[in-house]
Antibody, heavy 124, light 113 residues
Framework: QLQLQASGSGLVKPSETLSVTCTIS??????????WSWIRQPPGKGLEWIGYIYHRGSTYYNPSLKSRVTISVDRSKNQFSLKLSSVTAADTAVYYC????????????????WGQGTLVTVSS | DIVMTQSPDSLPVSLGERATINCKSS????????????LAWYQQKPGQPPKLLISWASTRESGVPDRFSGSGSGTDFTLTISSLQAEDVAVYSC?????????FGQGTKLEIK
């Protein structure tokens, strides 16, 4: 059974870079060419999709965050990672990783499964 | 971006009664090439990640009780729980996957009246 687990820097200072990693178990990141996404949820608020990566390294980022986001993949470790630069208090959220679809118009680009998220707090 | 708007924000329902949650998209999420609505529903219980309930607006995922159903097309969608059980207390969110950036509704908090 595929499982994902997010982990990362719990407390980050304003203007610094947030870093979180998703470790996949029970399956391979290269299976069936799925996309792998980061999604965040500020406390008490709704979900925001950040972006995705494929195992070959191609990415797509939400334009609202694109200038600050980098998503990378490590196939040897079955992991993918998120870096978000120049953070502010507005970036405080639970960061989730999830498997997406195979991308492209008309595809099944929902998210399933999700990892247990990790809370990142931005504060001095 | 496609804006997803859910109503209501909070919904108190008695056990055994029907719960209806609405989701409206700012543009149609019906893809003409496959005639499918690119709309998913998720359930999120406290302290847990979202769980996929329904895809293609009306297809229940394996293991999801049949009291959950999805309907609608184009821009207007509904998630219905036919007979509310205590374990259904959660936040429910819709998501469009018609176009990037993928977007979610703000969530509807379902509680026991």
């Amino acid at each position: 059974q595929l499982q994902l687990q997010a982990s990362g820097s719990g407390l980050v200072k304003p203007s610094e870079t947030l870093s979180v990693t998703c470790t996949i178990s029970g399956g391979s990141i290269i299976t069936n060419d799925y996309s792998w996404s980061w999604i965040r949820q500020p406390p008490g608020k709704g979900l925001e999709w950040i972006g995705y990566i494929y195992h070959r390294g191609s990415t797509y980022y939400n334009p609202s965050l694109k200038s600050r986001v980098t998503i990378s993949v490590d196939r040897s470790k079955n992991q993918f990672s998120l870096k978000l630069s120049s953070v502010t208090a507005a970036d405080t959220a639970v960061y989730y990783c999830a498997r997406g679809g195979q991308g492209g118009s008309g595809s099944a680009n929902w998210f399933d499964p999700w990892g247990q998220g990790t809370l990142v707090t931005v504060s001095s | 971006d496609i804006v997803m708007t859910q109503s209501p924000d909070s919904l108190p329902v008695s056990l055994g009664e029907r719960a209806t949650i609405n989701c409206k998209s700012s543009q149609s999420v019906l893809y003409s090439s496959n005639n499918k609505n690119h709309l998913a529903w998720y359930q999120q219980k406290p302290g847990q990640p979202p769980k996929l309930l329904i895809s293609w607006a009306s297809t229940r995922e394996s293991g999801v009780p049949d009291r959950f159903s999805g309907s609608g097309s184009g821009t207007d969608f509904t998630l219905t729980i036919s007979s509310l059980q205590a374990e259904d207390v959660a936040v429910y969110s819709c998501q469009q996957y018609y176009a990037t950036p993928y977007t979610f509704g703000q969530g509807t908090k379902l509680e026991i009246k």
